[in-house]
């Protein structure tokens, strides 16, 4: 994971990475005395400063200039992972943070809600995606039927969906006998449709999918729906672990 940079840089590079001003409008806001560097109004848009450390102001808001950012959110339902779409919304219009350089770590399907990792650190977002790497993602589905323990076994064991190859084994888990429909399915790979694939290739098609966990990150059962936050000290420091391969 890269750390973050205390090089100084450009503010309109800085306000043209938020997304919040072109560099040929930031030259137009410095002239009109728009931008501030630590309550100093820029004379010119080249002035340099450190997003860490200095408190950049447009139009007198103080702005977040964090170079790298790492947010959770809790994806809801009918919304797609995509950066922007014509016909639908996507996560990124519902964040109130619009630097163009975020992305998802991985997407969810239009009606699969849970948890996303968006980020600007491309390199983590490599690390998370890596097929040789098998991040576990832990998903909750609701399933029309009941699974036998012949089920189980192709589910855990390995399951041809059509793909080349059958799937890497998944772990299967039913907690609550009286709701065995409900299932919670550990994967440590990403196909398209996978989760879906895999239980209608059992005769249990899924009726409701949700994903709580993804590699160290455990869904926080306070964030609601739609909404989006910082990921914590220990969150970040599972991810570090992760990288550096611990």
């Known amino acids: ?14 306000l043209s ?7 040929n409008d930031g030259r137009t806001a410095a002239k009109r005395g728009r931008i501030a560097i630590n309550g100093v ?4 848009s080249d002035e340099k400063c450190d997003p ?3 408190e950049i102001s447009l139009d007198g808001v103080v702005i977040d200039a964090r170079p790298l950012v790492y947010y959770m959110l809790n994806k809801p339902a009918g919304v797609i992972t995509a950066n922007d779409d014509k016909f639908s919304k996507t ?59 012949t089920d189980i076994k192709l589910l855990e064991t390995g399951i041809d969906i059509g793909d080349e190859k059958p799937t890497l084994p998944a772990k299967v888990e039913i907690k609550d006998t009286e709701n065995p ?3 919670a399915i550990t994967l440590t790979e990403g196909r398209y449709h996978q989760v879906k694939r895999m239980f209608e290739a059992v005769g249990t098609p899924v009726l409701k999918l949700h994903r709580s966990d993804f590699g160290p990150l455990k869904l926080d059962e ?5 909404c989006y936050r910082d990921l914590t000290e220990e969150e ?11």
């Open 222 to 226: 306070n964030l609601a729906e739609g």
């Open 41 to 44: 109004i820029c004379k010119t």
């Open 236 to 246: 970040m420091a599972a991810l570090e672990a992760l990288m550096s391969g611990k």
């Open 52 to 54: 860490l450390s200095d």
């Open 91 to 149: 996560v990124f219009d519902i964040m109130e943070d619009k630097r163009v350089d975020l992305a998802a770590v991985g997407r969810l399907d239009k009606d699969t809600t849970g948890i996303l990792l968006i980020t600007n650190d491309g390199a983590l977002n490599h690390r998370m995606l890596s097929p040789k790497h098998h991040v576990p993602k832990t998903y909750q589905v609701l399933i029309d039927g009941i699974l036998t323990d």
């Open 1 to 14: 994971m890269h750390k973050n940079s205390v090089k100084k840089v450009r503010v309109d590079k800085v």
């Open 17 to 23: 990475n938020l997304g919040l001003l072109s560099r």
């Open 181 to 183: 429909q409900h299932v």
